[in-house]
């Protein structure tokens, strides 16, 4: 007799709750009984809740185990695959499924659609090149159902999405809250929001995420987070990137980005729809925290990373910030020991210590730190007062101006192509598409960064900045940790033996000299050849 498997699937897994897998199984059953075939019931293939909208169940589901099981010839030629129709192995656009059918046949396998009886292989399709027809334009049905669904799904979030701030979209929100679904109120976690709080605080305390993440799971607190590779499965530790999206969320402060679901690559990925919905969520974390650490976050790598991750002691304040003048390369701390009481250390660009191209020169830390501390009063006093906010501002309603003659744009080309159907307009609403999620892009990026640098909070790291300095036993790594928040970074020139910091407001401070050169003049004359803007610093 005959080997037969079974192949069941459907799209959700609501659908077991329900008669579709009782009626594939049955069916399979009848058939194998009626048609003399041994149906293996050790090997059944099932893809409960798998779309094959996009394929997904021939290359990550069970579908694609089929496939490989007959490559490595656990399924002999000669054997039967059952499905209860052809959508149930694939959804894609007609050519792709068809391609999908024409791989098992392929291989020698039959295969038969349990609804009307229909037997598909080589040799029957050879013979009857109707068949081919027939599974074409049931492609081309199922295909166009789904596709109709999908657009009918999201026009009903799209109407969601418009009533954002009258009743929650959706009970799923972030871990530290629970939606009582007779309210319509979201509530805290308190066991959950103390471990975001705890995130916010180490973080700002100059903790990078790797340091926390070891933290959490060295002392076993607990992970709320669904681990997305395991479906429903709590993760089951802090990752890195775990610690990295809470920090950025805009959720911890109670504000929700309407976004949707959209496939990329054949992944899915969140695209911003709208704008952003302040008061949506409880807060858990303050305005001002939750845009320090953004400060921090924007342009300047956290120092203490690698071998440094764990160090308590803070040695170097510029770690993060300092870069080379000539190359434009990160400089890093070189610690060569304390002798006869006295600490030797310099900065030395990162590009020529690996011989990259660029000249080394090891500049003497501490000549940079006094230098710093002597002039930082005056340095404080002269931050720009808001040029860099106010030309994220402008640059941000440039792209809203964009972006809305870009949705103009695509309702006259939908309108044009539900009239004529042309393939140009099509490819034309594509492209536009594309451009249009490139530009959200880019301005939910700059909306990020001018919330982190807008002026009155900018003003208020910077007092506490000045105040930290002032203090008589320095907190070091709070020092570092303000000076990424109010600076961009600290460029020096090991050829005049000064340096000057760029503010995340826009601008650079004034010159700050820790030296002076071997040859004043020469340096001099070399540097406005080179770097006239540096010659105009100095």
Same mark, same amino acid.
């Given at each position: 007799?005959?080997?037969?498997?079974?192949?069941?699937?459907?799209?959700?897994?609501?659908?077991?709750?329900?008669?579709?897998? /009782?009626?594939?199984?049955?069916?399979?059953?009848?058939?194998?009984?009626?048609?003399?075939?041994?149906?293996?019931?050790?090997?059944?293939?099932?893809?409960?809740?798998?779309?094959?909208?996009?394929?997904?169940?021939?290359?990550?589901?069970?579908?694609?185990?089929?496939?490989?099981?007959?490559?490595?010839?656990?399924?002999?030629?000669g054997s039967y695959l059952l499905v209860e129709s052809l959508d149930r192995i694939s959804r894609q656009a007609a050519l792709l499924a068809l391609g999908t059918l024409t791989s098992i046949l392929a291989q020698g396998i039959t295969l038969v659609t349990l609804h009307d009886?229909?037997?598909?292989?080589?040799?029957?399709?050879?013979?009857?090149?109707?068949?081919?027809?027939?599974?074409?334009?049931?492609?081309? /049905?199922?295909?166009?159902?789904?596709?109709?669904?999908?657009?009918?799904?999201?026009?009903?979030?799209?109407?969601?999405?418009?009533?954002?701030?009258?009743?929650?979209?959706?009970?799923?929100?972030?871990?530290?809250?629970?939606?009582? =679904?007779?309210?319509?109120?979201?509530?805290?976690?308190?066991?959950?929001?103390?471990?975001?709080? /705890?995130?916010?605080?180490?973080?700002?305390?100059?903790?990078?995420?790797?340091?926390?993440?070891?933290?959490?799971?060295?002392?076993?607190?607990?992970?709320?987070?669904?681990?997305?590779?395991?479906?429903?499965?709590?993760?089951?530790?802090?990752?890195?990137?775990?610690?990295?999206?809470?920090?950025?969320?805009?959720?911890?402060?109670?504000?929700?980005?309407p976004h949707s679901t959209q496939f990329k690559d054949r992944k899915k990925v969140r695209k911003a729809e709208g704008q952003p919905v302040p008061g949506y969520f409880p807060a858990i974390i303050d305005e001002d925290t939750f845009q320090r650490a953004q400060a921090l976050?924007?342009?300047?790598?956290?120092?203490?990373?690698?071998?440094?991750?764990?160090?308590?002691?803070?040695?170097?304040?510029?770690?993060?910030?300092?870069?080379?003048?000539?190359?434009?390369?990160?400089?890093?701390?070189?610690?060569?020991?304390?002798?006869?009481?006295?600490?030797?250390?310099?900065?030395?660009?990162?590009?020529?210590?690996?011989?990259?191209?660029?000249?080394?020169?090891?500049?003497?830390?501490?000549?940079?730190?006094?230098?710093?501390?002597?002039?930082?009063?005056?340095?404080?006093?002269?931050?720009?007062?808001?040029?860099?906010?106010?030309?994220?501002?402008?640059?941000?309603?440039?792209?809203?101006?964009?972006?809305?003659?870009?949705?103009?744009?695509?309702?006259?080309?939908?309108?044009?192509?539900?009239?004529?159907?042309?393939?140009?307009?099509? =490819?034309?609403?594509?492209?536009?598409?594309?451009?249009?999620?490139?530009?959200?892009?880019?301005?939910?990026?700059?909306?990020?960064?001018?919330?982190?640098?807008?002026?009155?909070?900018?003003?208020?790291?910077?007092?506490?900045?000045?105040?930290?300095?002032?203090?008589?036993?320095?907190?070091?790594?709070?020092?570092?940790?303000?000076?990424?928040?109010?600076?961009?970074?600290?460029?020096?020139?090991?050829?005049?033996?000064?340096?000057?910091?760029?503010?995340?407001?826009?601008?650079?401070?004034?010159?700050?000299?820790?030296?002076?050169?071997?040859?004043?003049?020469?340096?001099?004359?070399?540097?406005?050849?080179?770097?006239?803007?540096?010659? /105009?610093?100095?």
């Open positions: 007799m005959p080997k037969a498997y079974s192949y069941l699937r459907f799209s959700t897994p609501e659908q077991l709750k329900g008669d579709s897998f /009782r009626r594939q199984s049955t069916k399979a059953q009848e058939y194998a009984s009626t048609h003399g075939l041994d149906l293996d019931d050790t090997l059944t293939f099932q893809d409960l809740g798998v779309s094959a909208f996009r394929g997904k169940n021939a290359e990550e589901g069970q579908l694609g185990v089929f496939l490989a099981a007959v490559h490595a010839g656990k399924v002999e030629p009886g229909k037997v598909y292989s080589q040799e029957s399709m050879t013979a009857q090149p109707m068949d081919l027809m027939y599974a074409l334009i049931g492609f081309m /049905r199922a295909n166009d159902e789904s596709a109709h669904k999908s657009m009918r799904i999201k026009a009903v979030w799209s109407g969601k999405r418009a009533r954002v701030t009258q009743k929650p979209l959706t009970a799923n929100g972030p871990f530290w809250l629970r939606l009582n =679904k007779a309210t319509g109120q979201w509530h805290v976690i308190p066991e959950c929001a103390v471990i975001v709080r /705890r995130i916010f605080q180490e973080y700002l305390s100059g903790r990078g995420p790797t340091v926390i993440m070891s933290s959490l799971n060295r002392e076993g607190v607990p992970v709320f987070l669904r681990d997305t590779r395991k479906g429903s499965r709590k993760a089951a530790y802090w990752h890195r990137n775990t610690v990295r999206r809470l920090l950025e969320n805009p959720a911890v402060i109670g504000t929700y980005i976050r924007l342009g300047t790598p956290c120092p203490w990373r690698g071998k440094n991750a764990t160090r308590e002691e803070t040695r170097n304040l510029f770690g993060g910030l300092a870069k080379c003048s000539r190359c434009g390369a990160s400089m890093i701390y070189m610690d060569k020991g304390v002798r006869k009481g006295r600490r030797y250390a310099y900065l030395v660009c990162s590009y020529a210590r690996v011989g990259a191209g660029c000249k080394y020169t090891a500049v003497p830390y501490a000549l940079l730190e006094e230098a710093f501390l002597r002039d930082a009063p005056v340095l404080l006093d002269s931050v720009p007062t808001g040029q860099e906010d106010s030309a994220l501002l402008t640059e941000i309603e440039r792209i809203d101006a964009a972006l809305l003659g870009s949705s103009d744009h695509l309702e006259a080309l939908a309108d044009a192509y539900a009239r004529t159907r042309l393939d140009a307009l099509l =490819k034309e609403m594509q492209t536009i598409t594309t451009e249009r999620d490139a530009l959200q892009e880019q301005r939910d990026e700059l909306a990020r960064k001018a919330g982190a640098v807008a002026c009155p909070l900018a003003m208020k790291r910077l007092q506490e900045l000045g105040e930290a300095l002032k203090t008589e036993s320095m907190d070091r790594r709070k020092v570092n940790t303000l000076m990424r928040m109010v600076f961009e970074g600290f460029t020096v020139d090991p050829d005049t033996c000064g340096a000057y910091f760029t503010w995340k407001l826009g601008g650079t401070s004034q010159w700050v000299a820790f030296g002076f050169p071997k040859n004043t003049a020469e340096s001099r004359v070399t540097d406005t050849e080179e770097n006239p803007e540096t010659a /105009r610093a100095a």
